[in-house]
């Protein structure tokens, strides 16, 4: 302890390394995605099976399978025609959905095109009252019929009134606390990706791995709608409208969020005798100089990219990126869809839930991995939902089935 | 700026220890206005925040009443010095009418909810039970439409 102390001193004395706040970033954007997906395993698992509260959190522990597992094999055994029809009637909602998202992102690409972006910024604030109002509204009175909670509808009213107002001032005003606008972003997500777990079973299966090859395709290939988005954004240095959970950076330097590539634009101006004539060369030049000198940020220069998602009524963000003052940025798609997922596996047993944590936190780190690997906008869904959906079925045909066995032959768990 | 001296002086090989610089310095002074620290608002936007805060809490909105305490919670613990920014004494009073006002609506609604949910049949008789929000819920078919 000594020698690492004496050695420290002198090398670390005014500056940290990347490898001093990676963990903690990586834990600043893994701890609200867990959050989400807790909350929402928790709505999905009270409100769906048990009375009270305690047995379904204790359930929660003990991993035994629910009733609804023996209605979904049920369903299995009975009629092949009925699951074929849900399997057809999910892909064409699945389809659909896509498309109706696809169009949006597009308009959404040509309003940011002829700045529009008050335009933007009203609707996004109405979609996310409606969200919180709403939605919001309707599930705690869901949780209050639930646990018979005895409120009255004056104080019910109040406090939804206050709440979801707040929340709209919270996730659109820069100049609020930072801490509130992450926990309403979550909440928003929690909100939304409950109300996606009330979709039938196949339609949920078909959506995320639908939506998740959409992302792969907007964000990577060189028409799609949300690179132009970004490029547009880049190109005019301008934050897209859009809601982005950006995780607090670790080490604030001095003053206002900064945005990173103003800066970089004013480090080029100097530095440009040195740089190649390719303007990609120069900007990853320019920002690799922004991030040695300025930020101690560890990964990436990316930015920060849009998706249209929830049927049309809201814009998040999907994908991850850079923030402007050096945070890690996802985007609230991928929270949504991250939470869905798990929330359809509490749907059958608390085993998938694991199962499908982990897989979506392998994703999210690969994910991050290439980030860091590749320096540009990337999708943050694909590799998650692909690796859940993966463990899920693996876990659903193939572990429960060994652990039911051994379970009950005293033999272990 | 002398948020970053207090950097140097922590524990280097914890990077926790060195999360946020402190936005109370040790001589009671504040260099932040807001609870976010140097990723927080200006003192001149700090006023303008505060001013807003406190007045759109008038339309119904208690709880921004309390944003405003807890968003300039430097503000509200410490006390005026030579050495702060003119802005103090003005955010400082804002803050402080905002935080009487958040108390007494909160008393007042508190008491309220809990006569409600406590005094239950006996003490409103069987208007109770068509008040309750769950079973107005279930009448009103406030859960069907989604």
């Known amino acids: ?13 005014g500056e940290s390394s990347i490898l001093d706040t990676l963990g903690e970033d990586v834990i600043r954007i893994v701890s609200p995605v867990s959050l989400c997906m807790l909350l929402v395993v928790l709505l999905v698992s009270s409100l769906s099976s048990t009375n009270d509260l305690s047995s379904s959190i204790s359930s929660l522990f003990l991993s035994s399978t629910t009733p609804t597992s023996f209605s979904s094999l049920n ?4 009629g092949s025609d009925s699951t074929w029809e849900e399997i057809k009637s999910a892909l064409i909602t699945a389809l659909s959905f896509v498309v109706v998202v696809t169009l949006l992102t597009f308009l959404l690409v040509l309003l940011f095109y002829f700045r529009c972006t008050s335009f933007l910024r009203i609707y996004m604030g109405i979609s996310s009252l409606f969200v919180l109002s709403f939605l919001g509204g309707f599930i705690s009175l869901l949780l209050i019929s639930h646990f018979k909670i005895p409120i009255d509808p004056l104080t019910f009213a109040i406090l939804l009134f206050n709440l979801s107002v707040v929340g709209v ?13 992450q926990g309403y972003l979550v909440a928003i997500g929690v909100l939304t990706a409950y109300w996606f777990t009330m979709l039938p079973e196949w339609t949920t299966w078909a959506l995320l791995i639908a939506m998740s090859l959409y992302d792969l395709a907007a ?12 490029e547009l954004a880049m190109s005019r240095n301008e934050e897209i409208p859009a809601l982005v959970y950006e995780a607090r950076p670790v080490d604030p330097q001095l003053g206002d969020r900064v945005r990173v590539w103003r800066e970089t634009t004013d480090v080029s101006i100097e530095a440009t005798e040195n740089s190649t004539n390719s303007a990609n060369v ?32 809201e814009e998040e963000e999907d994908g991850i990126g850079l923030g402007s003052s050096g945070a890690i940025k996802l985007g609230l798609g991928d929270f949504i869809f991250y939470s869905v997922l798990v929330g359809r596996a509490a ?16 994703g999210l780190g690969v994910t991050l991995l290439l980030l860091a690997v590749y320096r540009k906008a990337l999708p943050a869904l694909p590799v998650s939902i692909m690796l859940g959906v993966v463990f899920y079925l693996l876990t659903r045909v193939l572990l429960e089935v060994f652990v039911v066995q051994c379970s009950s032959n005293l033999l272990m768990f | 700026m002398e948020g970053r001296d207090d950097q140097p002086t922590a524990d280097v090989e914890s990077g926790a220890a060195r ?7 040790s001589r009671g ?22 001013r807003r805060f406190f007045f759109w809490g008038f339309a119904f909105l208690p709880l921004l009443w309390a944003v405003n305490c807890f968003y300039f919670w430097p503000v509200l613990v410490s006390k005026a010095s030579p050495s702060s920014s003119p802005h103090f004494n003005r955010i400082r009073s804002y803050v402080v009418w905002s935080s009487i006002g958040f108390l007494i609506f909160g008393v007042l609604l508190t008491a309220w909810a809990l006569t409600f949910a406590i005094g239950g049949e006996h003490l409103f008789g069987p208007m109770w039970k068509d008040l309750v929000m769950y079973n107005l819920a279930d009448k009103l078919q406030l859960t069907g439409w989604m």
């Open chain 1, 1 to 13: 302890m000594d020698d690492r102390s004496t050695d420290s001193d002198p090398v670390t004395a």
């Open chain 1, 219 to 230: 964000v990577l290939l060189p028409v799609g709608p949300l690179r132009l988005l970004v």
């Open chain 1, 282 to 313: 120069q900007t990853v030049q320019e920002t690799r100089l922004a991030v040695s000198e300025e930020i101690t940020a560890p990964l990436i220069e990316a930015f920060p990219q849009t998706g249209d998602r929830h049927l049309g009524t």
């Open chain 2, 29 to 50: 002074a504040v260099t932040w206005p807001s609870v976010d620290g140097p990723l927080g608002v200006s003192w001149e936007e700090a006023e303008t925040s505060a």
């Open chain 1, 75 to 78: 369903l299995l055994l009975l």
């Open chain 1, 347 to 362: 749907m059958y047993d608390y085993m998938t839930v694991y199962a499908c944590y982990l897989a979506i936190m392998a």
């Open chain 1, 169 to 181: 001032f919270a996730v659109f005003m820069s100049k609020f606390p930072i801490s509130m606008n």
């Open chain 2, 19 to 25: 999360l946020r610089p402190s936005a109370v310095r």
